[in-house]
């Protein structure tokens, strides 16, 4: 005996003929009626659909160079740093203060109201009025 000489032990179950009438409705399992209901693929392309929608899309911005700012307080960064040491975001990142972004050191933003009583150095951060005032106050020096 040969493998073409096999045949199923078993029956296959009758096929179901659809669209006739029947116990199925006036549908007969094919939908409702419209553009889904007839034969063959009349539907209208999707991507085309997107291409010709795509130029109405005003005011889509999507610029993920430009980082935003990680925020970290003052007097965070009088606990971890000692007295006129240099502070930068690369210092930052090391301290575990703030984490990268996308693999990159993001901008850092320094916000902060309440006074410290040691002078700390920074440098490359954004400030808030209030936190460069409030190192100022403590005999700091700010480099932008």
Partial sequence: MQSHQLSPNHRYPDKKRVGRGGKRGTYSGRGGKGQTARAG?????????????????????????????????????????????????????????????????????????????KPLNIQGCIFSQSAKDVVEKAGGTIKI
């Fill in 41 to 117: 693929r009349k539907l209208r392309p999707i991507v085309r659909d997107i291409l010709k929608r795509y130029p109405k899309l005003r005011g889509y911005k999507n610029n993920p160079s430009v980082l935003k700012p990680q925020v970290i307080n003052i007097t965070k960064i009088a606990k971890v740093f000692d007295v006129n040491q240099v502070i930068n975001p690369r210092s930052l990142l090391d301290h575990k203060l703030i984490r990268r972004v996308n693999g990159k050191i993001p901008p850092v933003k320094v916000l902060g109201s309440k006074p410290i009583n």
